[in-house]
């Protein structure tokens, strides 16, 4: 008999935890500025060429996306991207979540927590001014939609380009982030981005002391040799 309630235990537990479904994480709109040409998603659009999206899932918005920017010319440039989730919408609805911010930007880089701006919060219409103002307007203490943007500025000299990652995930990537979380669902995902400037790098021309010095080196060095071959 103890066997018997033994085993409905085990089967009861088991199509508990079995029913209980997984986080479900949506985008539903995404933008970029690069250097003043703006796509949105809402509006049709596809994203820039620049963006390598290997790493990347369109459907939950999470993963990796790599951008390889190069004007080819020396000058100011800028770069944002911009991401509105939606975490467990159909459970919990979706004005219900909080951002919040961890550690202090890097020099260059801009940021912004808001609602998405369909009804109220600007952030969308600061993402396509290229201008975001660094600031949450939707912390723990006021639940509501939604939506986060990172973005940078850069000086890019001749023959350089810029490296820019934007990556989306569970992970805590350290540094500055963002964080968008359900309390509800008791799930956060972060959003951290990372600048590099790349660029070949000429081979510095040697001075004619250095040249003369070589010279004698590599003159040096035949004559041992022949004076070797001389003696074997």
Request: glycine letters at 12%.
């Amino acid at each position: 008999m103890k066997k018997i309630y033994f085993l409905i235990l085990v089967l009861f537990l088991f199509c508990g935890v079995s029913s209980v479904s997984a986080v479900q994480i949506d985008l539903f709109d995404w933008a970029f500025n690069e250097n003043g040409v703006t796509y949105e998603d809402f509006l049709g659009d596809t994203p820039p060429g620049s963006v390598d999206d290997s790493l990347f899932d369109w459907d939950t918005g999470l993963g990796t996306l790599t951008v390889n920017y190069e004007p080819g010319i020396a000058g100011d440039y800028f770069w944002i991207a911009y991401f509105d989730h939606e975490i467990d919408e159909l459970a919990n609805t979706y004005f219900n979540e909080f951002g919040s911010t961890s550690d202090i930007p890097a020099a260059g880089q801009s940021w912004e927590i808001d609602k998405p701006g369909f009804v109220i919060g600007g952030i969308l219409d600061n993402v396509l001014a290229g201008q975001l103002d660094n600031s949450n307007g939707v912390p723990a203490g006021s639940k509501d939609d939604v939506s986060m943007a990172l973005g940078w500025d850069f000086t890019l000299g001749a023959g350089e380009w810029a490296e820019i990652s934007f990556i989306l995930g569970e992970e805590d990537p350290g540094g500055f982030y963002l964080s968008h979380t359900d309390p509800d669902s008791d799930y956060t995902f972060n959003f951290s981005s990372s600048l590099d400037i790349l660029g070949d790098t000429p081979k510095p021309i040697p001075e004619p002391a250095t040249l003369i010095l070589l010279g004698a080196g590599v003159l040096g060095l035949a004559g041992f040799r022949h004076r070797r071959r001389k003696t074997t």
